[in-house]
């Protein structure tokens, strides 16, 4: 291959008599320089799933189907193995008081303390480091979250990488920023509702927002896990990726969709449903991994895998739950003195769900259906009391009553 160079050469070197262009053989002078495999560069292996990078590409907006070829990718790589892909953005999505913080603290937890498992399944961390942007905890929030789940120990300097981020104003610049700064193998953003403040329904406007943090993903080769609701009485539907809350196009915009589901039987289990996993085989799209939730707010694995159409609960189950746990505060209450902290307690130990509030938002809601039935019932013994029926129950209008319910005789 021939071609016209000129290199590192001065204007005066080239002037005058020597200013004809010089014409060299490129070959030629890379053999001699020893740089013939910069010219010609040999074929590179493809038995590292590991991917290598690619060179720049200056002012170019793409990438050659050679190029990418030669990534030598052969499996996805992936953070946690099956279930947390290495880049690119999750959707980790269930109802109120499931638990969702709770577990993607606890994967935070495992990813920075160089834990080689996660639930039984390898980590595969590159820098050990996580950022959690917290919207729905303060700072005194976490700090007694992460004391009742570690305890009082010491903790290692490692937990250091573990960063949590409570401001979220021009929250792409500054997790640009971070990031630059230090790598991270995962951003958790806890919720998403309050991040994006528009309307989730309007699917190209969530896209867009969505796509800011595709594109840091990509540039930072990093996850980025949203936490996010499912629609209301969706917990009578199996799990799916349509339970998200709001438009399709959260769930087209990402690339894994995982539904946490309380266990329908028993409050003291969850499942982990992976809904929506593109480069999943099906196995782990139909059944659950059925997780123990511990009392120090941890999880963890059992052998059990439960068929999604399983996981669905009843609105007569649901009305039956309601009762009983209705009818057993009532039973604290009155006839034991419990406090509503101490019902709670007591219903928890039970199998039960519920918190104070719960509790008393219960306890009031029965005492006003009593109260509703009592006055009506009153208010039938008073109109039979005071009234004269007919034969066909109706009361004669021909009488008069006095302001006690007395009934009125002419003279």
Known sequence: MEGTVMRGLDKRHVSGENSEKVKVDIAEIAKASGELDNVVPKPKELDSKEPREIANLGNQNYYSAKELHELGIVELPMLVEPLFIKSGITVFSGSSDTGKSTFLRQLAISIVLGDEKFLGWKINASHNSVIYVSTEDDKYAISYLLNKTLGNQNL????????????????????????????????????????????????????????????????????FIFLHHTGKRTELLPPSKNNLLGSQGIEGKSRQVIELRR?????????????????????????????NFNEDLTFEMTTERVRFENLVESADDKKEQHDNITERIIDLKENHGYSFIKCAKQLQDEGYPISKSTAHSYYREAKARSSKSDSEANSIESDNEISEELGDGTINPDYKYNDRGDKLFDD
């Open 156 to 223: 290692p300097d490692s937990m250091d990488n573990l960063r949590y981020i409570f401001n979220t104003e021009r929250l792409v610049d500054n997790l640009d920023a971070i990031l630059n700064e230090n790598p991270t193998d995962c951003v958790i953003i806890d919720a998403l509702t309050d991040i994006y403040g528009g309307d989730l329904n309007q699917s190209n406007k969530v896209r867009n927002f969505l796509n800011q943090y595709f594109i840091l993903a990509d540039k930072h080769n990093c996850l």
């Open 263 to 291: 266990d329908p039987n028993d409050s003291k289990f969850r499942h982990l449903c992976v809904v929506k996993g593109n480069y999943l085989p099906d196995e782990y799209k139909t059944h659950s991994f059925k997780l």
